[in-house]
């Protein structure tokens, strides 16, 4: 019998990842929904000194990491490593493990969406007209078939995303390092890419080379009254820089599923007309979430019994 400890979750309970992890013979101790700072989530582990951690945002650091005595695994509840200091889980001989396909139609479900809703216009007329605006003649939208489309990522998301578009007839852009020119999509350089692209859409993940991955100078190298999508993470974009485009018309708007800083964005992104903004909640349907619980819950419980995870992040077996 292993000691489990989920650090958060952004549900209404731990009622599917207890079960998975009870029903193999284990104790789950779960920490509050709401995902409390790096400190407490350390004492928290060396108060209770797990086998494995679970992760849904809470931060496990290195120091969360070094303290537990027998430490096999910590499960990212969701895609993301950002917020897990994997290198220091390798070292000490603990798998680093995440559910990276469990969204891909949701996240690139919301991706065409909030395209959708800028060539269309949906957002904004639905405002103007809840507010006492009738003008249909005030309408400045886009035929979508008839847009260059760039997509920043190509992994699974980026490549349903594509798949999505191409049937709207996009002419698409990709630029990522396996990306390569096929009948879908056209592999270019990033300055190329944000040139000639109507719309742009972030699907690569938050690295350090990818932070503020779009900042001010790649701002400026965008194609004039062009439309940024931003659902991978929001640190991946400049606010500032967002906002001086914003404000300057370079932009026509943005769609933001993610922003540097939440769930407490800036204010002046927040309350902008020409951007969509939703709560980091593209990941998110009642069948992705239970099956991302139930997956990552038993991501652990095989770790736990002796066996690599399925989707490991990490190879600490080859450590020297």
């Given at each position: 019998m292993a000691l489990v400890l989920q650090t958060d979750f952004a549900w209404a309970d731990d009622s599917v990842e207890r079960s998975v992890i009870e029903q193999a013979g284990h104790v789950l101790v779960s920490g509050p929904s709401t995902p409390m700072a790096a400190a407490w989530i350390e004492d928290f582990v060396a108060r209770h000194d797990p086998q494995a951690i679970m992760t849904c945002w809470g931060e496990v650091t290195a120091r969360a990491i070094a303290g537990p005595t027998d430490l096999r695994i910590v499960q990212r509840i969701g895609v993301g490593l950002d917020n897990i200091a994997v290198a220091s889980a390798t070292l000490r001989g603990a798998w680093v493990a995440n559910v990276p396909d469990y969204c891909v139609g949701?996240?690139?479900?919301?991706?065409?969406?909030?395209?959708?809703?800028?060539?269309?216009?949906?957002?904004?007329?639905?405002?103007?007209?809840?507010?006492?605006?009738?003008?249909?003649?005030?309408?400045?939208?886009?035929?979508?078939?008839?847009?260059?489309?760039?997509?920043?990522?190509?992994?699974?998301?980026?490549?349903?995303?594509?798949?999505?578009?191409?049937?709207?007839?996009?002419?698409?852009?990709?630029?990522?390092?396996?990306?390569?020119?096929?009948?879908?999509?056209?592999?270019?350089?990033?300055?190329?890419?944000?040139?000639?692209?109507?719309?742009?859409?972030?699907?690569?993940?938050?690295?350090?080379?990818?932070?503020?991955?779009?900042?001010?100078?790649?701002?400026?190298?965008?194609?004039?009254?062009?439309?940024?999508?931003?659902?991978?993470?929001?640190?991946?974009?400049?606010?500032?820089?967002?906002?001086?485009?914003?404000?300057?018309?370079?932009?026509?708007?943005?769609g933001l599923d993610v922003i540097e800083g939440e769930p407490a964005p800036p204010r002046a992104l927040m309350e902008r007309p020409d951007v969509v903004i939703t709560p980091h909640v593209a990941f998110s349907s009642e069948a992705s979430l239970i099956e991302l619980r139930r997956r990552a819950a038993e991501e652990v419980v095989r770790v736990l019994a002796g066996h690599a995870p399925r989707h490991a992040c990490n190879r600490p077996d080859l450590r020297s």
């Open positions: 949701e996240v690139s479900d919301h991706a065409v969406g909030l395209l959708l809703a800028w060539a269309r216009g949906i957002v904004a007329f639905d405002r103007e007209a809840k507010l006492g605006g009738w003008n249909p003649a005030s309408a400045r939208l886009r035929r979508v078939s008839d847009l260059t489309v760039g997509l920043v990522g190509y992994g699974r998301i980026g490549r349903a995303t594509a798949s999505k578009l191409r049937a709207f007839g996009c002419r698409l852009l990709v630029n990522a390092p396996s990306a390569r020119t096929d009948d879908l999509v056209c592999a270019t350089l990033l300055e190329d890419l944000l040139a000639q692209s109507d719309v742009v859409i972030l699907h690569a993940p938050l690295t350090s080379q990818t932070h503020h991955l779009i900042d001010a100078r790649r701002l400026s190298g965008m194609r004039p009254g062009a439309f940024l999508i931003n659902v991978s993470r929001g640190p991946m974009v400049d606010n500032q820089a967002l906002l001086d485009a914003l404000e300057s018309g370079r932009l026509s708007g943005a």
